[in-house]
C-alpha cells in the first residue's frame, strides 16, 4: 500500500490513500522518540481509503466529549473527581444525552479544586491512550470509532474507578518493545503484518501479565467467586487473585493500555438458568480487510518466569473449540452471551452481569448468535 506523506504540524485535515484490496489502511501520527512527544494524531476514518490528521488537542477534546456524552451512570455523581469538567467537555456534538448530562456536571461543581489535581484519572487515561497509539503499529489499523470505544474508556463495566493506565502501560513496554514503531516512524505494514504483530501481542500480554503484575515468584492466580470484591485492576494486582471476572477486566484494561480493542464477554447463566453458573471470558478486536471482527480468548493467569513455554497461554489464533465452555452441549440454543460496550447511542441492551443481577449501567451487545454458531459446532 502507499503511504501518506507524513503531515507536517499544521497541516491537520483529511488525507486520502489509496489502498489495494488485500491491505488494511494504517494511520500512523506523528511521534518524536527524543522528547517522547506526540506531534500529530492520524485516524482511521469510517471511510476507509481516508486518514484524518488532528493535534493532541484536538484529539482530547474528540475523547473527553466522547466519554463524557457515553459516560455511565455510576460516573456521574463524581465525574469532577474523575477529571471531567464542565468547561472542556462542551462538546460540539449534537448528542441529546450530552444537554442533559452537561447540566448534571455545571451543577456538581460547587467548589474549585483545592489540591490542584483537578484532573482525576481522564488525563492519564487520554495521553496514555494517545501515546499507545503512537508507538504501535496495530492501533492505526483500528477505525477510529472501534479505538474511541474499546480502547479510550477508563472503565469495563462497573468495577471501581482506579488509575491503572500509566502502570499497565510501562510495566508491558519492555516486553513490547520489538513491535515498537521505529524511528523513521512511517513503516509500512500490510494487512497481515498487522494481524500478525496484534495477536503476537496479545500472546505475549496473556503470556507475562501475570508475573509482570505479581508478587516475586508469585504470578497473580486464579481464585474462584471473588466477584464483585477483587475485580478491579488494581485490586486484583493487590491481591494477586481474582476469578474469571477480575482476571477478564486485568487482561481487558492491559491490552486497551497499549491499544488493542477489547471488551468484556460472558453468560450471565449457562443454559440460561443462573443454576447452572456463569462465566466471563475476553474478545478483542482484529483489524481486517472485512471490515475486522471480534474473536475471543481466555486469560491464562498463574504463569511464572521461566514457565511461559510450557502454560502456553490462550491467544487468538487457537482453534475456539479447545476453549473449556466452547462445546455443542453448552450452546444447544439456550445459552446467551453478551459484551460490553461504552457508547449509549447504538444500543439499548445492557450487559446482564451476574454478580450485579438488575445492574442496567452497563451497554451491552448481544453475542449469541455469534458464539451459538462457533461453539455450537464443537463437538
Ligand atoms: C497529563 O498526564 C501526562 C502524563 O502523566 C502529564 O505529563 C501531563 O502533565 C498531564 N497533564 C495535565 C494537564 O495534568
Ligand atoms: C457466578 O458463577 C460463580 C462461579 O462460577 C458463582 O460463584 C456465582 O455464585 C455465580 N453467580 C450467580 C449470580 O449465579
Ligand atoms: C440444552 O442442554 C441442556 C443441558 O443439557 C438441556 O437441559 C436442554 O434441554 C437442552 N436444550 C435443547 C433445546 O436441546
Ligand atoms: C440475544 O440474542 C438471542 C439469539 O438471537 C435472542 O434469543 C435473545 O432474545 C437476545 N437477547 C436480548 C436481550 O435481546
Not at 156 to 171: I, K
Not at 185 to 199: F, H, L, P, R, Y
Amino acid at each position: 500500500m502507499n503511504w501518506p506523506a507524513l503531515p507536517l504540524a499544521a497541516a491537520v485535515g483529511l488525507a486520502t490513500v489509496a489502498v489495494d484490496a488485500s491491505s488494511i489502511l494504517s494511520c500512523a501520527g506523528a511521534y518524536d522518540h527524543d522528547s517522547n512527544k506526540i506531534l500529530m494524531i492520524g485516524w482511521r476514518g469510517l471511510n476507509s481509503d481516508a486518514c484524518l490528521y488532528e493535534t493532541v488537542e484536538d484529539a482530547r477534546v474528540t475523547m473527553t466529549a466522547y466519554l463524557w456524552n457515553n459516560v455511565m451512570v455510576y460516573d456521574i455523581p463524581r465525574a469532577i473527581s474523575l477529571g471531567f469538567s464542565p468547561s472542556a467537555n462542551s462538546a460540539s456534538d449534537t448528542n441529546v444525552i450530552a444537554v442533559e448530562e452537561q447540566r448534571k456536571l455545571q451543577s456538581l461543581q460547587t467548589q474549585p479544586c483545592i489540591d490542584g489535581l483537578s484532573d482525576g484519572i481522564l488525563n492519564q487515561t487520554l495521553h496514555y491512550s494517545l501515546l499507545a497509539k503512537s508507538i504501535y503499529p496495530w492501533a492505526d489499523a483500528l477505525p477510529k470509532d472501534v479505538f474511541m470505544e474499546y480502547v479510550v474508556p477508563f472503565a469495563v463495566a462497573n468495577e471501581p474507578r482506579t488509575d491503572y493506565r500509566q502502570l499497565l502501560f510501562d510495566s508491558l513496554r519492555d516486553s513490547l518493545k520489538e513491535w515498537e514503531r521505529s524511528l523513521d516512524a512511517n513503516q509500512i505494514m500490510s494487512g497481515e503484518e498487522v494481524q500478525t504483530s496484534m495477536k503476537q501481542a496479545v500472546k505475549v500480554i496473556n503470556t507475562r501479565l501475570w508475573s509482570i503484575l505479581g508478587k516475586p515468584n508469585k504470578p497473580i492466580v486464579f481464585n474462584a467467586g471473588l466477584t464483585p470484591r477483587i475485580y478491579d485492576p488494581l485490586s486484583v494486582i493487590a491481591y494477586g487473585h481474582s476469578s474469571c471476572t477480575g482476571l477478564a477486566i486485568l487482561l481487558i484494561a492491559a491490552l486497551r493500555s497499549v491499544g488493542i480493542a477489547a471488551r468484556l464477554a460472558g453468560s450471565p447463566a449457562w443454559w440460561g438458568d443462573a443454576d447452572n453458573g456463569n462465566h466471563s471470558w475476553v474478545e478483542v478486536f482484529l483489524p481486517g480487510e472485512d471490515g475486522g471482527k471480534w474473536i475471543f480468548l481466555e486469560p491464562t493467569p498463574g504463569i511464572a518466569e521461566g514457565d511461559e513455554d510450557t502454560a502456553d497461554a490462550d491467544d487468538l489464533d487457537r482453534d475456539p473449540c479447545k476453549r473449556w465452555f466452547c462445546h455443542s452441549s453448552r450452546f444447544n440454543g439456550t445459552t446467551r452471551v453478551y459484551a460490553t460496550m461504552y457508547t449509549k447511542s447504538e444500543s439499548s441492551l445492557f450487559h446482564p452481569m451476574a454478580w450485579g443481577v438488575g445492574d442496567e449501567g452497563v451497554v451491552g451487545v448481544n453475542r449469541s448468535d455469534y458464539y451459538t454458531g462457533v461453539c455450537g459446532a464443537c463437538l
